[in-house]
């Protein structure tokens, strides 16, 4: 408060707390969690206009953060992030232009980049040319951090490591792992945060980012051996929805990081785990039995990869017609440097 005072020294302590109950109160370009929020000489104290503060718009799409550049949104699950010109359906993208033209008819907000239509979480879009290109560039260079939960079937090993192969895209738009000659690059690192056991089969993993492919993280874990809880396309057979659990896609985007387009500060956004996804776990326990994940080969063995060897069963019929034999040896894992 007194940091916040000595920069607003005309303006009376009432309407000050008045401002932070609106989540107006911005410690560094981020909404102050408290008014007693230590603050340093370095730090910048400042109140956010009121027309740009946290807002709920349709689809259950809510902004969490805008300014002049940049709009940050915490995405539901269901809601499409971008499409073509002719789409019918509601997308994230549509409904912030909607929002954005209401001020003024000019304005215009561009994509940076993508989530899966069911997943959720934060995402970043920019409010001009300049800005897009900026955090493009970010994207290209790696610097942008992007954290997800994501609860899988199985207990990955070891809890901490990096996925590596080459992804492509099929013609029926389905995305495969390739040889390295193929295809592009998907690295990602994962931290294993609660564990299956035989009473809970479902695992909670936290992964870090280093490429953007399609469907890269759904891909990855599901060639392991360990797909995505709620996953209809990549999912495995042997890993039947268990009864009673929302066959939602359980991955959700909840952290953030990215330099400000304009001022150049570092900005940084938390979505916490969803209530649905949490309700997974909990109706998980029990309910179906875990059963041993394929073993991962060594880091030294080979990293040769056979892209319908390592195809879930539900995908390889849509080709083959036949049920193929589950993948024995699903892509090499490199021992992960550090998130």
């Known amino acids: 408060m007194d940091a916040l005072v000595a920069c607003h020294p005309n303006a009376h302590r009432t309407t000050l707390r008045h401002f932070f109950s609106q989540g107006r109160v911005l410690l560094n370009d981020q909404p102050a969690r408290s008014l007693k929020q230590p603050v340093l000489a370095t730090d910048r104290v400042t109140i956010a206009d009121a027309r740009v503060r946290p807002t709920q718009l349709p689809e259950g799409l809510k902004i969490i953060h805008q300014d002049a550049d940049v709009i940050v949104v915490d995405k539901p699950p269901g809601l499409l992030t971008a499409t073509h010109d002719r789409e019918t359906r509601p997308t994230v993208l549509a409904i912030l232009n909607s929002h954005v033209s209401r001020h003024n008819g000019k304005n215009k907000i561009f994509l940076v980049h993508r989530l899966d239509q069911h997943a959720s979480g934060l995402l970043v879009f920019a409010r001009g040319i300049k800005a897009l290109h900026h955090l493009k560039a970010q994207f290209r ?25 080459n992804l492509i895209e099929g013609p029926d738009r389905i995305v495969r792992p390739c040889p390295a000659d193929r ?70 985007a909840g952290h953030l990081i990215f330099r400000h387009p304009r001022t150049g500060r570092e900005m940084e956004f938390l979505s916490p785990l969803p209530a649905d996804i949490r309700r997974q776990m ?48 699903p892509p090499s894992r490199l021992p992960s440097s550090g998130t």
């Open 282 to 329: 909990i109706t998980a326990r029990a309910a179906h039995p875990l059963r041993a994940a394929p073993a991962l080969p060594d880091a030294q063995a080979s990293r040769t990869q056979h892209p319908v060897a390592t195809l879930p069963s539900k995908i390889a019929r849509r080709q083959t017609g036949r049920r193929p034999a589950h993948p024995r040896n």
């Open 183 to 252: 295809g592009q690059p998907a690295i990602l690192d994962y931290r294993l945060i609660s564990a299956a056991t035989p009473m809970q089969p479902i695992s909670q993993v936290e992964c870090r980012l280093f490429t953007g492919r399609k469907h890269q993280i759904r891909v990855q874990f599901s060639a392991a051996g360990h797909p995505v809880v709620g996953d209809p396309i990549y999912g495995h057979d042997q890993y039947p929805i268990p009864p009673g659990v929302t066959a939602r896609l359980a991955l959700h």
């Open 141 to 165: 260079d790696h610097s942008i951090t992007r954290e997800y939960h994501v609860l899988v079937h199985g207990l990955p090993k070891p809890a901490q490591g990096r996925l590596t192969g």
